[in-house]
């Protein structure tokens, strides 16, 4: 029984792997065939691959005249060698990559007085809102930029800026 199994998971991974390359005729065969999408496609890189970094940032104001500098929130820890194994942060980057990815998208489409009512900027204000902050902070202010990566000369761009919000009493 133990050797059917083997027989049916390296078919499977074989499937698979013919799976990633969409102009196969093989591959063409067994999606025709595959009625409960059991072959995974995996495009990493397509078809429409992230050519851009999106850094968040925020700001705080202490009085009227008075703010501290931009700060970034980093959206991600970089890569170390055992985070396969170990990630404990995974799901909050993923989730505040993913609420500012769409934030970008939908800002394209909306004025900001009805994209503050929208989930992908309240996630990110409400993240912004409870970080670590000096005891003097009266209100806070996001703004999301776009670079091109390490290598570009081009100049990050800012994409979105937010209003200033109120921050939540603290005791």
Do not use: C
């Amino acid at each position: 029984m133990g050797i059917i199994i083997y027989l049916i998971l390296a078919l499977w991974f074989i499937v698979s792997v013919f799976g990633q390359f969409e102009k196969s005729k093989i591959n063409q065969f067994f999606r025709g065939v595959d009625h409960f999408s059991l072959i995974p496609s995996w495009t990493f890189f397509g078809p429409n691959p992230g050519t851009t970094d999106y850094h968040l940032l925020f700001r705080d104001q202490f009085d009227e005249d008075s703010k501290s500098n931009w700060r970034e929130i980093k959206l991600s820890d970089g890569w170390t060698w055992y985070i396969w194994l170990w990630n404990p942060n995974k799901r909050k980057q993923k989730v505040l990559s993913d609420a500012v990815a769409s934030l970008i998208t939908i800002s394209k489409k909306m004025e900001l007085t009805g994209l503050k009512t929208t989930i992908p900027y309240l996630i990110v204000l409400n993240y912004v809102s409870h970080l670590e902050r000096s005891p003097l902070s009266r209100q806070t202010q996001f703004m999301i930029m776009e670079s091109q990566g390490h290598i570009s000369d081009t100049k990050p761009q800012v994409l979105f800026l937010s209003e200033k919000h109120n921050l939540p009493d603290s005791k």
